[in-house]
């Protein structure tokens, strides 16, 4: 690492993006990871969808039993 770093010719901003919306990454368990992607590859989906839609399920149960 250097003692110092010129930024004289930086440009402010140069990355920002208004009314972006941050997406947290969420990282399974790998055994959970195995089962999910041998179950979306079986449903011809994504990873992304099949995780969504149990997801959406369990919030649907937790609803119906009044968890919150």
Known sequence: MK???????ATKGKFFKKNS????PVYL???L????VKL???K?????DVVN???SKDIEIA??????
């Not at 003692?3 to 010719?9: H, I, K, P």
């Not at 919306?21 to 947290?24: E, G, K, P, R």
């Open 63 to 68: 609803e119906l039993i009044g968890v919150k």
């Open 40 to 42: 979306a590859n079986k």
């Open 3 to 9: 003692d110092e770093y010129d930024f004289s010719n």
């Open 29 to 31: 368990a790998p055994e």
């Open 21 to 24: 919306i941050a997406q947290i």
């Open 33 to 36: 990871e195995v089962y999910f």
């Open 44 to 48: 011809k989906q994504t990873l992304n």
């Open 53 to 55: 839609s149990i997801l």
